[in-house]
């Protein structure tokens, strides 16, 4: 079954196992994920992987879209560089589509901000304060947050942050929902029985 596309933001220095179970399930469950990078020039990842976009964010339509994933990386706190991706985070979150940002992506939303009103986490909250953005009252301390059309996770919860970016999309709901989650994040082998069913 064909579930539509999610859009994969990939940049010089991404975090590469921030993302591994969320587009692997996505894939696996009938979305196509295409990489979108600021050109469709190769980008190195923080892992050395190259990675060839498949389009450039200038030609990102919010309409093709039902997600829009965004990783850490060392360039969200080295510069502007990235800024274009918060600026299409907005554009996207205007538009009612999702958005999930992870580790130092959530500083750039928060730069642009997008967090200052909403439910949100990251590594941790003075990571996000240095930002100077005014959504401190709104961080919370968790491995993961859905606001809306928002989810943030911080660095270490690959697995969580895959957990809620499914709920939101319907990929897997209630009790597999919960047993994916107990799976991979704590290896437990009766999730597998639940997950299969």
């Not at 979108?36 to 990102?60: E, N, S």
């Amino acid at each position: 079954m064909t579930r539509g596309t999610v859009h994969l933001a990939v940049y010089d220095t991404y975090a590469d196992w921030e993302t591994g179970h969320t587009t692997a399930h996505l894939a696996q469950n009938g979305f196509t994920v295409k990489t979108v990078g600021l050109t469709t020039h190769l980008v190195t990842t923080m892992g050395g992987v190259r990675i060839q976009p498949d389009l450039a964010l200038a030609d990102l339509d919010p309409a093709d879209s039902e997600l829009l994933i965004l990783t850490g990386a060392t360039l969200w706190d080295t510069g502007d560089v990235l800024s274009p991706f918060a600026t299409k985070a907005r554009t996207f979150l205007d538009a009612g589509v999702p958005v999930a940002a992870i580790c130092g992506a959530t500083a750039g939303l928060a730069r642009e901000g997008l967090l200052d009103d909403r439910a949100h986490t990251s590594a941790v909250s003075f990571y996000l304060a240095a930002t100077g953005y005014k959504g401190g009252d709104h961080y919370v301390d968790t491995d993961a947050v859905t606001d809306g059309d928002l989810i943030t996770a911080g660095p270490t919860e690959p697995v969580a942050f895959a957990r809620e970016v499914f709920a939101r999309l319907g990929v897997y709901e209630g009790e597999k929902l919960d047993a994916w989650y107990r799976l991979f994040h704590d290896s437990d082998p009766a999730a597998f029985e639940v997950l299969n069913a």
